[in-house]
T-cell receptor, first 112, second 112 residues
Framework: ETGVTQSPTHLIKTRGQQVTLRCSSQSGHNTVSWYQQALGQGPQFIFQYYREEENGRGNFPPRFSGLQFPNYSSELNVNALELDDSALYLC???????????FGPGTRLTVL | EDQVTQSPEALRLQEGESSSLNCSYTVSGLRGLFWYRQDPGKGPEFLFTLYSAGEEKEKERLKATLTKKESFLHITAPKPEDSATYLCAVQVVSGGYQKVTFGTGTKLQVIP
């Protein structure tokens, strides 16, 4: 157990809809990263938040956005869903000054 | 662009048959290289962090090593419970921002 939780476990949406995924980090972990993992692929870095500010971003369009809250929780929002957004979405938390990331179990998003 | 290549894509071993997994990388400004284990339908589980060429880390039957261009994960006398996908990732810092790039993984199957 990493102490990182994600909700919901599974989610089905239709193309064009919006979705919000949630992550609760380990207590004291003030850095959170989000990843998209397509079937059979490695996780792709979406972005990282530190102290509620975006601290790094991968090659994802602006319709992928995030929020981080003072209570170590965070959200990933995806607007205008596309079929290719179907994937496992992972969040990972870490303590600033350390590089070890602890992953949650993920949210499986299916876009129909 | 940062690149991480893992080989082989899949590996099937008999129980007790030692082998190595490879992770080659091309990045600017490597901060750290990580190894994770991922079981089906779950988030990656942290194994090791390596920071500089020549560094080695061990945990049970696993040993990770790092050179300037690649890393190896050596598995000694594997057991069926070592079956999983092993992921390699590199972290870089550029312009004050952090970015993590994963490889596509090596799927290991250990047969009793």
């Amino acid at each position: 157990e990493t102490g990182v939780t994600q909700s919901p476990t599974h989610l089905i949406k239709t193309r064009g809809q919006q979705v919000t995924l949630r992550c609760s980090s380990q207590s004291g972990h003030n850095t959170v990263s989000w990843y998209q993992q397509a079937l059979g692929q490695g996780p792709q870095f979406i972005f990282q938040y530190y102290r509620e500010e975006e601290n790094g971003r991968g090659n994802f369009p602006p319709r992928f956005s995030g929020l981080q809250f003072p209570n170590y929780s965070s959200e990933l929002n995806v607007n205008a869903l596309e079929l290719d957004d179907s994937a496992l979405y992972l969040c990972a938390s870490s303590l600033v000054g350390t590089d070890t990331q602890y992953f949650g179990p993920g949210t499986r998003l299916t876009v129909l | 662009e940062d690149q991480v290549t893992q080989s082989p894509e899949a590996l099937r071993l008999q129980e007790g048959e030692s082998s190595s997994l490879n992770c080659s990388y091309t990045v600017s400004g490597l901060r750290g290289l990580f190894w994770y284990r991922q079981d089906p339908g779950k988030g990656p589980e942290f194994l090791f962090t390596l920071y500089s060429a020549g560094e080695e880390k061990e945990k049970e039957r696993l040993k990770a090593t790092l050179t300037k261009k690649e890393s190896f994960l050596h598995i000694t006398a594997p057991k069926p419970e070592d079956s999983a996908t092993y992921l390699c990732a590199v972290q870089v810092v550029s312009g004050g921002y952090q970015k993590v790039t994963f490889g596509t993984g090596t799927k290991l199957q250990v047969i009793p």
